[in-house]
C-alpha cells in the first residue's frame, strides 16, 4: 500500500510552511487551537494528490505575495510537486521520469482525501458503495425486491384471512340444521309419496276385510248347503290360499307419520336461514384457513430469501468482519450507522475506502475533536493492526497529538526568512526536520 512519507507545504490558506513527516502505520494527530492551520495542511495535501477539483477558491494565504508550493513524497517513491504562479502539477517517479493526475488517480482513493463525503452520505449510499465494492449490489437488490414482494402478499393474505376469520366468529351456528337448503317442493312430493304408501295400505287393508267376509259368508252358506259343500269347500280352499297371500302383504306394513313434514314444510323459511348461516360460517372458516396456509407459504418464501441475502453477504469479500448489509442500511457488529461509536465510524469508513483502491493506504481526517481520548487509541490501534496510515486534525493542545500547529507553523519548527520570502518581506518558516 502506498503512504505519505512526508510532506512540505507553504503558503497554503493559514500555512505559512510547514514540514511533516506523518507517521507510516497509525494516527498522527495535527493538534492546535482554532484558526491555527490544521485544515488547510489536509486541504493542500488533498489538493496535491487529488488535484484541481480539491483546490480551495482561496488557496493562496492571506497576505503572501509568494504562490502556494506543495511537496508531497510517497512510499512508492513518487514525489508530487506543485509551484510556480499556476500551481502546476509535477509529477516524478524515482526513475526520474515525469507523470501527471492520471499516475495519481490510478491509487489515490477519492473518499481518502475527502472522507466526510463518504460518512456524510445517507445509509443507503453507504450500502451501495459496499455493495459495489463487493460486487453484489444487484443481486441483493434482486432478493430485496423479491422480499418486498413477498411481504406485501403476505401482508395482504394476512388482512383477508383475519377479516375472514372474525367474519366466521361473528355468524351464529346452529347445530340442529341440515348441512344443506331444503326445498318446499321436495317436502311436497316426498309427504305425497308417503300418503300415496299409506293409501294403497289402506287398499290392501279393505281388500283384506272384504275376502274375510266372504270367506264367513262362504262358510255359512256351507252350514246352510250342504248339498253345495263340495263346491263352497273348493271355493273355501281357494279363497284360504287368498287370505294367506293378503295376510302375508300386509304383515309388515307400517304407516308413516307426515307430521314432521308438515312442521318442515311450515318452518322452511328459518330451517334454510339456519342452513345458509351454517353454510356461511363454514365457507368462511375454510376460506380463513386457505389464506392462512398461503399466508405461511409466503412466510417460507420470506425467510428462503433472506437466507439467500444472509448467504450473500456471507460468501462475499467484506471489507472489515462484522460488516454487513441489512435491509439497506450498513450495519457493524449489529449496530447501525447512527448507533456505531465515532472508532467504529472510522474503522467502518477507512476499511471501504481502503476496498476501494487497496493501494491507497492513507486518509485524510478533519475535526477529531469529538471523539473522546479511548476512542481515539482504539482507533490508532486498529490502523496500526491494519498496516494504515490516517492524517487527521484536532482542536486540542494535548498529549494525544502528534504535532501541534501554530499560526500556521509547526510548534517548534525552527523559523527561518527564505530570500524569496524576505524579498516578498512575507515571514514564514523554513521546512525543518520533524
Not at 508550493?69 to 506543485?82: D, F, K, P, W
Not at 500547529?405 to 518558516?429: C, F, H, M, R
Amino acid at each position: 500500500m502506498i503512504k505519505i512519507n512526508k510532506f512540505e507545504i507553504e503558503n497554503v490558506k493559514r500555512v505559512k510552511a510547514v514540514k511533516i513527516e506523518p507517521t507510516a502505520n497509525g494516527l498522527t494527530i495535527l493538534g492546535g487551537k482554532n484558526n491555527q492551520g490544521k485544515t488547510s495542511i489536509l486541504d493542500a495535501i488533498a489538493w496535491g494528490l487529488g488535484g484541481n477539483k480539491h483546490k480551495p477558491s482561496e488557496s493562496t494565504r492571506e497576505g503572501s505575495v509568494v504562490p502556494p508550493y506543495l511537496n508531497i513524497t510517497l512510499s512508492n517513491g513518487l514525489v508530487v510537486e506543485r509551484k510556480g504562479k499556476n500551481s502546476d502539477l509535477k509529477v516524478i517517479d524515482p526513475n526520474g521520469e515525469k507523470a501527471g493526475q492520471q499516475l495519481l488517480n490510478s491509487f489515490v482513493e477519492e473518499l481518502a482525501i475527502d472522507l466526510p463525503k463518504f460518512m456524510n452520505a445517507t445509509g443507503k449510499e453507504k450500502a451501495d458503495i459496499l455493495l459495489r465494492i463487493i460486487g453484489v449490489g444487484e443481486q441483493l437488490h434482486q432478493l430485496e425486491r423479491e422480499e418486498q414482494e413477498f411481504y406485501n402478499q403476505r401482508r395482504t393474505i394476512g388482512q383477508i384471512a383475519d377479516q375472514k376469520s372474525k367474519f366466521a366468529k361473528e355468524q351464529p351456528y346452529y347445530p340442529d340444521a341440515p348441512k344443506e337448503p331444503i326445498s318446499a317442493s321436495d317436502l311436497i312430493n316426498e309427504q305425497q309419496a308417503i300418503l300415496a304408501k299409506n293409501g294403497e295400505n289402506q287398499r290392501k287393508r279393505q281388500q283384506l276385510a272384504g275376502i274375510q267376509s266372504q270367506y264367513a259368508a262362504k262358510g255359512q252358506e256351507i252350514e246352510q248347503l250342504k248339498q253345495r259343500l263340495q263346491q263352497a269347500e273348493a271355493e273355501y280352499a281357494e279363497l284360504g290360499n287368498d287370505l294367506e297371500i293378503a295376510q302375508k302383504n300386509t304383515l309388515d306394513l307400517q304407516d308413516e307419520s307426515t307430521e314432521e313434514l308438515q312442521t318442515n314444510i311450515q318452518q322452511i323459511d328459518e330451517i334454510n336461514r339456519k342452513v345458509r348461516a351454517n353454510l356461511d360460517k363454514d365457507k368462511a372458516e375454510e376460506d380463513a384457513n386457505n389464506y392462512r396456509a398461503q399466508y405461511d407459504k409466503l412466510s417460507g418464501d420470506i425467510e428462503k430469501v433472506r437466507k439467500q441475502k444472509t448467504d450473500l453477504l456471507t460468501n462475499a469479500n467484506l471489507p472489515l468482519e462484522g460488516l454487513s448489509i441489512e435491509g439497506g442500511d450498513l450495519i457493524y457488529k449489529g449496530q447501525k450507522w447512527d448507533n456505531m461509536s465515532g472508532s467504529d465510524q472510522l474503522k467502518v469508513s477507512t476499511a471501504i475506502v481502503r476496498k476501494l483502491k487497496p493501494d491507497c493506504g492513507f486518509i485524510l481526517l478533519d475535526k477529531l475533536e469529538q471523539m473522546d481520548l479511548e476512542s481515539l487509541e482504539e482507533f490508532g490501534k486498529w490502523l496500526e493492526k491494519e498496516g494504515l496510515q490516517a492524517i487527521a486534525t484536532r482542536v486540542s493542545t494535548g498529549g494525544e497529538c502528534s504535532i501541534l500547529i501554530e499560526d500556521g507553523y509547526v510548534a517548534g519548527q525552527e523559523q527561518v526568512q527564505t530570500p524569496q520570502q524576505q524579498a516578498s518581506e512575507t515571514k514564514t518558516w523554513k521546512a525543518g526536520e520533524f
